[in-house]
């Protein structure tokens, strides 16, 4: 069993940056894909950037283009989700997930929400 843990959420100014990680335990990152996905209050959830095994392909909203960055670190079991020139509209709880590499691409998992595993979400507030 893969299990997710969101760190790195809190409250910044517009215009600012976070970083999130998302530190996997259980299982070894390696093989799977993974993505970060939000879910703002009153709304649904949705992919924000999706990340394959090998790092070889990504896929962001176009929301989030040119500000996010994922990138990982199988080493480490991490995977990160680098937001800058941050927005009040990004503000939302933000959830990592994974899926094995072979099931889906990394556009179908972000677009489609196809998981396997969710961590628990980490908050991020957008405000001055």
């Known amino acids: 069993q893969l299990q997710l843990v969101e760190s790195g959420g809190g409250l910044v100014q517009p215009g600012g940056s976070l970083r999130l990680s998302c530190a996997a335990s259980g299982l070894a990152l390696d093989y799977y894909s993974i993505g970060w996905f939000r879910q703002a209050p009153g709304k649904e959830r949705e992919g924000v950037s999706c990340?394959?095994?090998?790092?070889?392909?990504?896929y962001y909203a176009d929301s989030v283009k040119g500000r996010f960055t994922i990138s990982r670190d199988n080493a480490k079991n991490t995977v990160y989700l680098q937001m800058n020139s941050l927005k009040p509209e990004d503000t939302a709880v933000y959830y990592c997930?994974?899926?094995?590499?072979?099931?889906?691409?990394?556009?179908?998992?972000?677009?489609?929400?196809?998981?396997?595993?969710w961590g628990q979400g980490t908050h991020v507030t957008v405000s001055s």
């Open positions: 990340i394959t095994s090998s790092a070889g392909s990504t």
């Open positions: 997930a994974a899926v094995p590499t072979d099931i889906t691409t990394v556009q179908s998992m972000c677009v489609r929400t196809v998981v396997w595993y």
